[in-house]
T-cell receptor, first 117, second 111 residues
Framework: GAVVSQHPSWVICKSGTSVKIECRSL??????MFWYRQFPKQSLMLMAT?????????EQGVEKDKFLINHASLTLSTLTVTSAHPEDSSFYIC?????????????FGSGTQLSVL | DAKTTQPPSMDCAEGRAANLPCNHS???????VYWYRQIHSQGPQYIIH???NNETNEMASLIITEDRKSSTLILPHATLRDTAVYYC????????????FGGGTRLMVKP
């Protein structure tokens, strides 16, 4: 199946710093990528939809100036958590759709555990 | 997308079949039933999906009732590595359509 690589798998940072998370589709081209957030023992919550070459669409309640998404190529999307605070500590997961497979399946990265001290 | 209802948790003995139910009584005609699972601290993994007919692949079988209001995911011979949260999701296959996750079923496979 298609492979989505997410990096880093975990990161610890100080409050006020920014953290960048990368999501790459390794063997397919992804016109659309989705970013999810998951708090402990909760389900995945969609944060934003990222389309290659255009601005991301954010879900209600998600601050676009805090969670910067860039999808500059068909194989790479990045999520930057700016001025991170302890309440931003969470598990962040990206998902990508294989352009050539249409809209049938979504493939997920392995996730990034962010801990803000 | 239609909502789904799943039991919050289930146990299964290793080597036995695990049958995970899902209710989606408000599913519409163009919505598919998808199953994903999430092993602890990992991203979700695609298992199987279907529209009307029963489906089988190397991981599992999907049984959809004739009225499509419910379905069952079957893991024929559960192993300890199948311990995970299983999500049943209904969605259309439209261009911008993401996956919306509910609570899922936490399956515990026991020796």
């Amino acid at each position: 199946g298609a492979v989505v690589s997410q990096h880093p798998s975990w990161v610890i940072c100080k409050s006020g710093t920014s953290v960048k998370i990368e999501c790459r589709s390794l063997d397919f081209q992804a016109t659309t990528m989705f970013w999810y957030r998951q708090f402990p023992k909760q389900s995945l919550m969609l944060m934003a939809t990222s389309n290659e070459g255009s601005k991301a669409t954010y879900e209600q309640g998600v601050e676009k100036d805090k969670f910067l998404i860039n999808h500059a190529s068909l194989t790479l999307s990045t999520l930057t958590v700016t001025s991170a605070h302890p309440e931003d500590s969470s598990f962040y997961i990206c998902s990508a759709r294989d352009r050539d497979r249409g809209y049938e399946k979504l493939f997920f990265g392995s996730g990034t555990q962010l801990s803000v001290l | 997308d239609a909502k789904t209802t799943q039991p919050p948790s289930m146990d299964c003995a290793e080597g036995r079949a695990a049958n995970l139910p899902c209710n989606h009584s408000t599913i519409s005609g163009n919505e598919y039933v998808y199953w994903y699972r999430q092993i602890h601290s990992q991203g979700p993994q695609y298992i199987i999906h279907g529209l009307k007919n029963n489906e089988t692949n190397e991981m599992a079988s999907l049984i959809i009732t004739e009225d499509r209001k419910s379905s069952t995911l079957i893991l024929p011979h559960a192993t300890l590595r199948d311990t995970a949260v299983y999500y049943c999701i209904v969605r259309t296959q439209n261009a911008g359509n993401m996956l919306t996750f509910g609570g899922g079923t936490r399956l515990m496979v026991k020796p």
